[in-house]
């Protein structure tokens, strides 16, 4: 059923899909006070408190926007994708040592490795849904000819690996609360948070360059600006230094666009089996 709906609303104009989005963004925050006390305690937490009433359309844009991202077809959907410039990206792939991009959830990141992909083979890691119903419609709306799923698990980071050291590029959502073993915690907007450290791991193994990545949703549905800009955070260090090195740069990043980043998400969430963080420790 949802994947009906899905191919249904597929069909409308991205103008029409934000402008009930943005409607959709204050239905839910009205409706559910969880979700209303998550995000205006992320975006107070990040100082962004005065953004709350565009950051509450944003979210409903974000998920409006999906069915014509994941299932129009590609003469509709790529148009609307405006990369400002691939030099960046090109000029570090020419290195030879792969490339490593890092998408946080800002903006439409969902548009961004299929609008890349067309220029660039890019192999992407890859969480299944919770809901088994999600998962075909996931699976069918991110396979692409020139982009690669990788699963989130040991399988998964093989691919990752192989495809940088064939000089390809790979992207990671470094925001994504990751599983038991794969983060440390970090401050984040001067809270911890769980934060992956494979980004790292990957950079140190091969080399790869980084590049931080987002796509701004544009006014009135006139698409969407795609930006690529140079990770200049240190690496080194400790698992939990580098995880702060990450969130930093999260942090610059966000600052661009803040009302278009996803508030509503549970980034301070403690995942099964880890332990709660101790605020001196994650720098918070």
Not at 44 to 52: I, K, M, N, S
Not at 244 to 264: G, H, V
Request: glycine share 8%; charged share 20%.
């Amino acid at each position: 059923m949802l994947v009906n709906l899905f191919r249904l609303l597929s069909h409308l104009s991205l103008p029409l899909l934000h402008l009930s989005g943005a409607a959709l963004g204050w239905v839910v925050y009205a409706a559910s006070p969880s979700y209303r006390r998550r995000l205006n305690d992320n975006l107070a937490r990040a100082g962004y408190g005065h953004l709350r009433r565009r950051a509450i359309a944003a979210a409903g844009k974000s998920v409006m926007e999906l069915p014509f991202v994941w299932l129009a077809p590609a003469r509709r959907v790529l148009p609307a994708a405006h990369i400002e410039s691939l030099e960046l990206p090109r000029a570090a792939l020419a290195e030879g040592r792969g490339l490593i991009f890092l998408t946080p959830h800002l903006g439409c990141f969902e548009i961004l490795a299929q609008a890349v992909s067309e220029h660039i083979p890019l192999t992407v890691l890859y969480r299944p849904p919770r809901k088994a119903a999600l998962k075909p419609l996931l699976e069918q709306a991110r396979a692409r000819p020139a982009m690669r799923l990788a699963p989130a698990n040991l399988s998964g980071v093989r691919m990752l690996m192989k495809a940088l050291k064939g000089g390809q590029a790979i992207g990671l959502l470094p925001d994504q609360v990751p599983q038991q073993g794969e983060g440390a915690w970090a401050g984040f907007y001067g809270k911890p948070a769980y934060t992956m450290t494979l980004p790292a791991k990957l950079h140190q193994m091969s080399g790869a360059p980084i590049i931080l990545a987002y796509a701004e949703r544009l006014a009135h549905g006139r698409g969407f600006e795609l930006r690529f800009v140079r990770f200049e955070e240190d690496l080194a260090g400790t698992p939990e230094q580098q995880a702060r090195s990450i969130n930093a740069a999260m942090e610059k990043l966000i600052a661009l666009c803040p009302d278009q980043y996803f508030w509503s998400y549970n980034r301070y969430k403690t995942p099964p089996g880890v332990a709660a963080p101790v605020a001196a420790a994650a720098g918070a």
